[in-house]
C-alpha cells in the first residue's frame, strides 16, 4: 500500500505562488497527479506526470501558470502554481497509480489506486 503525504497549501492573493509537494512511501509509481475539488463541485483533474520519462499533461485551465514536477530521489511530486487565481481555490490531492501507463486515462480518478488526505488551497482576491 503505497502511502501520499501532501503539504504546500495555504492562503495566498491572487497573482500570488504555492508550491505543493507530495511524497510517495514507495518507489513503485507509474504516474503521480494532483486533482482538485472545490466545495459542492467534483473532482477535477489538474495535471499528471509519467514517473518515468517525466512526460506532462494538464488541465487547459491550469496550462502555462502550473507545472509538476517529479524528484526521483526524494521520491516526491511537486506541483508549482503561479499566478493564482480566486477560482484556484479548492482542496488539492494528489494521486498515484501503478497500473500501465495510459496518456487517456491520466484525466479518470479511477486510474488512480493511491490519495493523498488533500490540502487547501485559498486564492483570495
Known amino acids: 500500500q503505497v502511502q501520499l503525504v501532501e503539504s504546500g497549501g495555504g492562503l495566498v492573493q491572487a497573482g500570488g505562488s504555492l508550491r505543493l509537494s507530495c511524497a510517495a512511501s514507495?518507489?513503485?509509481?507509474?504516474?503521480m497527479a494532483w486533482f482538485r475539488q472545490a466545495p459542492g463541485k467534483e473532482r477535477d483533474f489538474v495535471a499528471s506526470?509519467?514517473?518515468?520519462?517525466?512526460?506532462?499533461v494538464y488541465a487547459d485551465s491550469v496550462k502555462g501558470r502550473f507545472t509538476i514536477s517529479r524528484d526521483n530521489a526524494k521520491n516526491t511530486g511537486y506541483l508549482q502554481m503561479n499566478s493564482l487565481k480566486v477560482d484556484d481555490t479548492a482542496v488539492y490531492y494528489c494521486?498515484?497509480?501503478?497500473?500501465?501507463?495510459?496518456?487517456?486515462?491520466?484525466?479518470?480518478?479511477?486510474?488512480?489506486?493511491?490519495w493523498g488526505q488533500g490540502t487547501q488551497v485559498t486564492v483570495s482576491s
Open positions: 494521486a498515484g497509480t501503478r497500473a500501465s501507463y495510459s496518456s487517456v486515462r491520466v484525466y479518470d480518478t479511477e486510474y488512480y489506486r493511491y
Open positions: 506526470i509519467r514517473w518515468s520519462g517525466g512526460i506532462t
Open positions: 514507495e518507489r513503485t509509481l507509474t504516474a
